[in-house]
């Protein structure tokens, strides 16, 4: 199950890495991804979900129970997060939010290497995945299904309305 988690680990990283360059740096600033937001935006926002999922991995490998949440524990509604999210990153450049979201791939793949197989495999280590093992969750793609069903359709209509499109 470990080798196979980290296939999908690279093959999730190179899919990512093909749309940023579709994207391209030129376009990063532009609203329209997912409203409002710009790419740059939803990376944060995916970049700072994914750091908590992953801490929370981590802890497990560390042997706690769970992580503490990274932003301000007064913060309660995913808006409230989110914006906490673009706010804090707003002061980034983006090399620096570029290479944050490419650093959790980078840490998913060293938990799971980290994490013993029986670990991996137990849905029980994960009380927060309601029954289902980190190694199924990531193997299965779930892990990365809030990305792929809730925000990469909206990217792909933004980049597809853009062909054609003055520069």
């Known amino acids: 199950m470990k080798s196979t988690a980290l ?3 690279d093959d999730e990283q190179a899919h990512w890495q093909e749309l940023v360059a579709e994207v391209g740096d030129d376009r990063m600033d532009e609203p329209g991804p997912m409203g409002d937001w710009t790419f740059r935006d939803l990376i944060t ?15 497990v490998v560390r042997g706690e129970a769970d992580a503490p949440f990274p932003w301000p524990t007064v913060l309660t509604s995913d808006d409230e997060i989110n914006a906490w999210l673009r706010d804090t990153a707003a002061r ?3 090399t620096e939010v570029l290479s ?3 650093s959790t791939f980078d840490r998913l793949r060293e938990a799971v290497e980290a994490m013993p197989d029986d670990t991996l495999a137990d849905a029980g280590s994960f009380p927060w995945m309601e029954g289902e093992s980190a190694g199924d969750v990531i193997v299965s793609g779930r892990y990365f299904a809030h990305w792929h069903e809730e ?7 933004w980049l597809d309305g853009m062909v054609g499109s003055p520069a």
Do not use: C, F, K, N
């Open 7 to 9: 296939r999908r680990i």
């Open 45 to 59: 926002h995916l970049t700072g979900w994914r750091e908590y999922s992953i801490s929370r991995l981590e802890a």
């Open 92 to 94: 980034q450049s983006l």
């Open 100 to 102: 944050a979201h490419d």
């Open 151 to 157: 925000h990469e359709p909206a990217v792909r209509a």
